[in-house]
């Protein structure tokens, strides 16, 4: 399965905690501060593999992403914020650079600054993947992911 997740809904917590998850780290695709126009292709295609071969495989929502992996023949989910949880949500991504304070971090912080509302209704409003809406925090992403396949 090819789980694409908002910023800070738990990727890389998931998949650092249980086996079978991988976080396939879009920013890996950067090279000396650059990243090649058609990143994505290899990205989506390694995501496709990677779920052929049993992972649940998390990626980034990036519109090129979603793009890509409507091509792909394995099941694609969608896992963001509701709208309603923005406030949260931003005090969230503020807290996790505050701890880290790596670039990435500072680069999801101000995106979702800027572009929640719009990223998260283009997220909604995506055809042909399945959705995991999450309304409450806390939650447990792997049981809302198991909930969709129920």
């Not at 929502?61 to 792909?72: A, I």
Request: hydrophobic share 35%; net charge neutral.
């Amino acid at each position: 399965m090819i789980i694409i997740g908002y910023q800070g809904i738990g990727k890389s917590t998931v998949s650092n905690r249980k086996s079978g998850f991988i976080d396939l780290e879009s920013g890996n695709f950067w090279v000396d501060g650059k990243r090649d126009s058609n990143w994505h292709i290899p990205y989506c295609n390694i995501a496709t593999h990677l779920s052929e071969q049993g992972y649940n495989v998390f990626t980034s929502s990036h519109e090129v992403v979603r793009k890509q992996l409507k091509k792909s023949n394995q099941q694609k989910i969608i896992v963001c914020p509701s709208l309603e949880l923005k406030d949260i949500w931003l005090k969230r991504l503020t807290k996790r650079y505050e701890e880290t304070m790596s670039d990435k971090d500072y680069k999801a912080m101000m995106n979702a600054v800027d572009r929640y509302d719009e990223n998260i209704k283009e997220l909604l409003n995506e055809d042909g993947f399945e959705k995991v809406i999450i309304s409450t925090v806390p939650y447990d992403l792997i049981l809302e992911i198991k909930q969709l396949n129920q």
